[in-house]
C-alpha cells in the first residue's frame, strides 16, 4: 500500500473517532439536561429553546455552526393554564419554557399611554423601564395597545413565546390586568406559562365600598386596600363617608359638619391618585334624605320632625329650602375632589316613609308635596322629587347617578330620572319591591346583595358576616335578593356587583380584623364579577391558590 493510501485511511479513521466522540458526548449531554428531540413539531416555544439547546450543544462537542443536521432542542410539556384569581378565561397551551423576570429585563412600551402601567408593573418586578424601544431583546415585556381589535374595552391578550412576553389591550385598563395576570404568574418565583392567554371580564362593575361614616379607617388602611384591589382587578371603591355618626372628609363649604377625626383632602386625593393608577374609580357618596344625623348635628333647624313634634333621627326635611341648599352644595364641592363618572346619592331609609301614613304623621311635607305635584302629591313623590334634584345637581358635573332600591317607591306619580342606576341590595325595607320590578323597567342595576355582599360589624338584625365559600359557591351577580336568580335575559342589565363594609358597631371589629374578614370574600366576588360561570377550582383549591398569592 503506498504512503498515500496509507495516510488517507488513518484520516478516515481518525475523522469517524471525531464523529463518534461527539455523538456520546450529545448523548451524554441529553442526559443531564434532559430529553432531545428534533425541532419539528415544537411549535414556537420549542423552536425558540432549540436555537439556546443547538448552541450549548455545539459548545460541548465542537460541532460546526453550520452542519446540516438539525439541531437539538428540549421537548417541554404542553403548558398548563395560569393560576390566578380571578381566574383567566382562556389558555391556549403550548410548548416552551415561560418567562420569569430577572435583573437586566426590560418592560417596553408600543405608546406613550402605558408609560404608568409599565413603571408600575417594572417596578413590581424588578425588572428595567426602557419607554418606547423599538429593538427586541430576550427576556422582554412588552406592553402595547390594539385599538378597536380587543372584544371588549377591559380585555386584553398575554401571549408568552420565545423567552419574551406581550401584553395588548384596546385600552390601557385591559393591558392593566394582563399586568396583574403576570404579576400573581410569576408570584414566589413563579413561572409565566408558555401559550396565549385570552381574557376579559363578564362585567363592567366591580366593586368594593366600604363605610368611613360610622367608622374611622385610616388613609393608610384605604391605600392598602387600594393596591389589593388593583391586583384583583376591582375597578370600583365605594367611600360612604356621611352618616349619622359621623361627616369624614374636610369641607371648605360647611367645616361645622366635619368628625374630630376625618381624612383631610390632600389624604382623598392620594387615594384618588393612587386608585386612578390602578384603574379604579373611587364612587363617593353622600346619602340623603335619611342619613345625615352628622349634617344635622351641626344644623338642628333642618331636622325632619313628626306632626308631635318628635325629632326624627337622622332624616332631614325635606320641605326647607335650606336642606337641598347645604346637601347640593356639599355635592357641588366634592365633585372636584372624585372626578370618577359615578355618584350614590343613597336615597335610602327614609324614615318619613318607614310610618303607616305620612302624610298624617309629616304634615309640612305633605303640603309641600301638593304644593310641588297637586293635590294627589304625595310624600313618596316629594322625596322622589329629592332624589331627581339631587341627580340633576351631579349629572351638571358628568357624574352618572345611583341610588339604592329602597329609594325607589311603587306608585308614585315622580318617577325616578331613568338613567339613575339601582343598587340592589335588600329586600326587607317595608313595601320591597322584587328586583324583576327595576329590571322589566329597563334600569341599569348593580348587586349589593346583603345575603351575601354586606359584612356589617357586629352583626345586628341578622346580619351574618359572610364567607368567601358562600359567596364562591352559591352566588353569582344575577342572584339580587336572596339566593334566587333572576332571569337571564336581564343579564346585560346587571352591571357587576359591589362587596360592602358597613360599620353599624365600629368599635366591633379593628380595621385590620376587617382587612382579614374580608380577604376571602373579596376573592370570591371577584371571581365571579369576572366570570359568573362554575368555577373550575374547587373552594378548597381557590383557598390554597389565595394562601400561594398572598
Request: proline share 6%; charged share 20%; no cysteine.
Amino acid at each position: 500500500m503506498s504512503s498515500h493510501r496509507r495516510r488517507a485511511r488513518q484520516g478516515r479513521t481518525r475523522q469517524r473517532a471525531v464523529i463518534a466522540g461527539a455523538f456520546v458526548a450529545t448523548i451524554g449531554l441529553g442526559v443531564g439536561l434532559g430529553v432531545w428531540a428534533s425541532t419539528s413539531g415544537d411549535g414556537d416555544g420549542g423552536n425558540a429553546s432549540a436555537a439556546g439547546s443547538g448552541e450549548r450543544g455545539r459548545a460541548a462537542t465542537g460541532t460546526a455552526s453550520h452542519s446540516a443536521a438539525p439541531a437539538p432542542t428540549r421537548t417541554y410539556p404542553l403548558s398548563q393554564a395560569p393560576r390566578t384569581i380571578p381566574a383567566v378565561r382562556s389558555h391556549t397551551a403550548a410548548r416552551g419554557p415561560g418567562w420569569k423576570p430577572a435583573a437586566g429585563k426590560r418592560v417596553v412600551v408600543g405608546d406613550a399611554r402605558l408609560a404608568d402601567e409599565g413603571r408600575l408593573v417594572a417596578g413590581e418586578l424588578g425588572l428595567a423601564y426602557a419607554g418606547q424601544a423599538s429593538d427586541e431583546r430576550a427576556g422582554d415585556l412588552r406592553l402595547t395597545l390594539n385599538a378597536g381589535q380587543g372584544a371588549g374595552p377591559e380585555s386584553y391578550t398575554m401571549t408568552v413565546r420565545g423567552g419574551r412576553v406581550t401584553i395588548s389591550g384596546p385600552s390601557d385598563a385591559g393591558v392593566f390586568y394582563g399586568t396583574r395576570t403576570l404579576k400573581q404568574e410569576v408570584h414566589g418565583g413563579g413561572t409565566a406559562p408558555e401559550g396565549v392567554v385570552r381574557d376579559q371580564p363578564a362585567k363592567p362593575k366591580r366593586g368594593f365600598m366600604v363605610d368611613i361614616a360610622r367608622k374611622y379607617y385610616t388613609a393608610g388602611w384605604i391605600e392598602d386596600r387600594v393596591r389589593e384591589l388593583g391586583d384583583l382587578k376591582y375597578n370600583e371603591l365605594g367611600l360612604h363617608f356621611s352618616d349619622d355618626q359621623g361627616f369624614r372628609i374636610a369641607s371648605d363649604t360647611h367645616p361645622e359638619i366635619v368628625s374630630r377625626q376625618h381624612l383631610t383632602k390632600a389624604q382623598v386625593k392620594k387615594i384618588v391618585q393612587l386608585a386612578a393608577a390602578r384603574h379604579i374609580t373611587v364612587v363617593p357618596e353622600i346619602d340623603s334624605p335619611g342619613h345625615l344625623g352628622a349634617v344635622i348635628a351641626a344644623h338642628p333647624d333642618l331636622q325632619l320632625r313628626n306632626a308631635q313634634g318628635t325629632a326624627t333621627r337622622g332624616a332631614i326635611d325635606i320641605s326647607k329650602d335650606a336642606s337641598a341648599e347645604i346637601v347640593d352644595d356639599l355635592l357641588d364641592e366634592y365633585a372636584g375632589l372624585f372626578p370618577g363618572a359615578d355618584w350614590n346619592l343613597g336615597g335610602d331609609e327614609y324614615q318619613a316613609l318607614v310610618v303607616s301614613d305620612p302624610e298624617a304623621s309629616y304634615p309640612q311635607l305633605a303640603a309641600a308635596a301638593r304644593s310641588a305635584y297637586g293635590s294627589g302629591g304625595t310624600v313618596a313623590d316629594l322625596t322622589t322629587g329629592w332624589l331627581n334634584d339631587r341627580a340633576a345637581t351631579v349629572r351638571a358635573h358628568h357624574r352618572t347617578p345611583r341610588a339604592w332600591n329602597d329609594g325607589f317607591f311603587r306608585g308614585t306619580s315622580v318617577q325616578p330620572d331613568k338613567d339613575i342606576r339601582v343598587g340592589y341590595w335588600t329586600g326587607k325595607e317595608i313595601g320591597a319591591r322584587p328586583p324583576g320590578e327595576y329590571l322589566s323597567a329597563g334600569r341599569k342595576v348593580i348587586n349589593y346583595n346583603d345575603k351575601y355582599l354586606y359584612y356589617v360589624l357586629g352583626q345586628p338584625n341578622d346580619f351574618f358576616y359572610p364567607t368567601g365559600r358562600l359567596i364562591y359557591e352559591q352566588w353569582t351577580p344575577r342572584v339580587l335578593r336572596g339566593s334566587t336568580a333572576v332571569p337571564a335575559r336581564y343579564d346585560a342589565q346587571i352591571l357587576g356587583g359591589s362587596f360592602a363594609v358597613w360599620g353599624d358597631y365600629p368599635n366591633a371589629q379593628t380595621q385590620d380584623q376587617v382587612a382579614a374578614g374580608i380577604r376571602m370574600p373579596l376573592r370570591a366576588t371577584v371571581q365571579k364579577l369576572w366570570d359568573a360561570r362554575p368555577p373550575t377550582l374547587t373552594w378548597t383549591q381557590f383557598q390554597a391558590l389565595a394562601g400561594r398569592l398572598g
